[in-house]
């Protein structure tokens, strides 16, 4: 009887537990589906412009429900995006301050704080500005990075070269846990006697994972425009645009946090070391290289032609390399400027800029230019151009008959355990809409300026 009774007392208690266990579980599902919910409805308020909506609305939900690391990251962005826009620089600084930085993935974190930092520079919030600057590892009173007009390119070769002592170095990028300052692991690659930069024009290439580099910030030590700033990132200028939504590309304010797009997928998984590979609608080319046995891969931003004369798709070969070229400008050229001289010579003032290689049999060259804001647009008339300074590098390191391979992707992806994309703009995201490689909840956040493209984000 004793044993009837406790085995009956047994069930019951494992009847108790399996039902408060579905009951949780039931709850979470249920929680779950609420704050999924509330991505998009927030989301859909904050593209129909009703900020204070929003923010309203992912205050209460971070308030009261359980919310898993993703959604945590995703509500941010569009609480930070939705207070930016309602100019609120009094909540975001209570905002920030709350923020759980251990639950953001490393763009969400550097998006959050180049948004907060934006709306700080721009309504003279000092307080909040000092806060980010301290979360960012950097003193604004010892740290003359932030405090000189000094370009930041030659502070970075100073570094890189060795020119700069161990205490200055330290004074000038200081590292944080989360955040890596744009610069403060360089160091001097040197293939064929022509010295690149790691993590800047080279990248460590693992041949079985195609994403090369990482997201980095840099910090403007002076008001200057993104076009000063892509030319010291060497970067093109629209994939820095792209990758920073929000800020005025002509006003840029010292302070003022811009993300670094040096994470990228390749374009080719299956490539060729010594190949160059250009990418049109990404408006970048790369170079995979072996140095000591060691995978690495040279990549430079270009300038692609215009929608009425576009750069060339296809397999070529360089045919011609012509240092300090003259340049005769073409009949077609001729019918458009009728005033031109008939030759360019070599100089400053030379279309071809330095350096000049010539693709097959074409008319098209990869070449220098004298108009460094082009480089990262469609400007040419189908030609590929480059900075000086890239291309004087490109030109030393491959030889006639090196294989160019031209192709116009309008998107990448990489899958493993994470999901990685990366499209250039707003086409690039409507043709990834047309397939089913990432979910429709990230397609609608991904269209919005909350967060940049033109470099490689995780994806879900």
């Known amino acids: 009887m004793v044993k009837k009774f406790l085995l009956l007392l047994f069930s019951i208690t494992l009847t108790s537990y399996a039902t408060e266990d579905l009951f949780k579980i039931a709850k979470q599902k249920v929680q779950t589906k609420s704050v999924e919910d509330t991505v998009l409805k927030s989301l859909k308020l904050y593209n129909d412009g009703l900020y204070t909506n929003a923010i309203n609305l992912i205050q209460d939900t971070l308030i009261k429900s359980e919310v898993n690391d993703q959604n945590y990251a995703i509500l941010n962005l569009i609480l930070a995006s939705s207070i ?19 639950r953001l993935d490393d763009y969400s974190l550097y998006r959050i704080y180049q948004i907060a930092m934006t709306i700080f520079i721009e309504r003279k919030h000092q307080e909040g500005q000092e806060y980010i600057l301290n979360k960012l590892g950097i003193n604004t009173q010892d740290n003359p990075k932030l405090e000189t007009t000094e370009d930041p390119s030659k502070v970075i070769e100073a570094i890189i070269t060795g020119k700069e002592s161990k205490k200055e170095k330290i004074k000038r990028l200081t590292k944080s846990n989360r955040f890596i300052l744009f610069g403060e692991d360089s ?3 040197n293939y064929k006697n022509v010295s690149f930069i790691l993590g800047q024009n080279i990248f460590e290439l693992d041949p079985q994972i195609p994403i090369i580099g990482k997201l980095s910030i840099y910090i403007s030590e002076k008001d200057q425009t993104l076009l000063e700033i892509s030319k010291k990132l060497d970067l093109g200028y ?56 060691k995978s690495y891969i040279i990549t430079f931003p270009i300038g692609i032609g215009a929608d009425e004369a576009q750069s ?25 400027q009728p005033d ?4 360019f010579p070599p100089g400053p003032d030379n279309p071809l800029g330095t350096r000049a290689m010539r693709l097959g049999n074409t008319s098209f060259l ?11 647009m469609k400007v ?17 390191v491959v ?56 470099f490689a984000i995780k994806a879900w």
Request: hydrophobic content about 35%.
């Open 84 to 102: 930016y826009k309602a100019r609120e620089e009094d909540l975001m600084y209570k905002v920030i301050q709350q923020l759980q930085d251990n």
């Open 187 to 189: 160091k001097v690659i």
């Open 238 to 293: 629209y994939e820095l645009k792209n990758a920073n939504p929000f800020l005025d590309p002509f006003d840029i304010r010292k302070n003022q946090i811009i993300i670094v797009p040096f994470r990228r997928i390749l374009p080719i998984k299956n490539f060729s070391y010594g190949t160059i590979y250009i990418n049109i609608n990404e408006k970048r080319l790369y170079y995979p290289v072996l140095i000591e046995d």
């Open 312 to 336: 060339p798709v296809g397999d070529f070969k360089i045919t011609q390399k012509r240092k300090n070229p003259a340049w005769y400008p073409p009949e077609s050229i001729r019918k458009e």
């Open 340 to 343: 031109l001289p008939p030759v």
């Open 366 to 376: 990869m070449h220098g230019t004298n108009k460094e804001y082009g480089i990262g």
């Open 380 to 396: 040419s008339h189908g030609c590929i151009r480059m900075y000086n300074e890239d291309v004087e590098k490109l030109f030393e």
């Open 399 to 454: 030889d006639v008959g090196t294989p160019v391979v031209s192709r116009d992707i309008p998107y990448k992806v990489f899958f493993n355990s994470e999901k990685f994309v990366e499209a250039f703009d707003d086409d690039s995201i409507l043709e990834l809409e047309k397939t089913s490689l990432v979910s429709k909840k990230f397609i609608q956040l991904y269209k919005t300026d909350i967060i940049g493209k033109s």
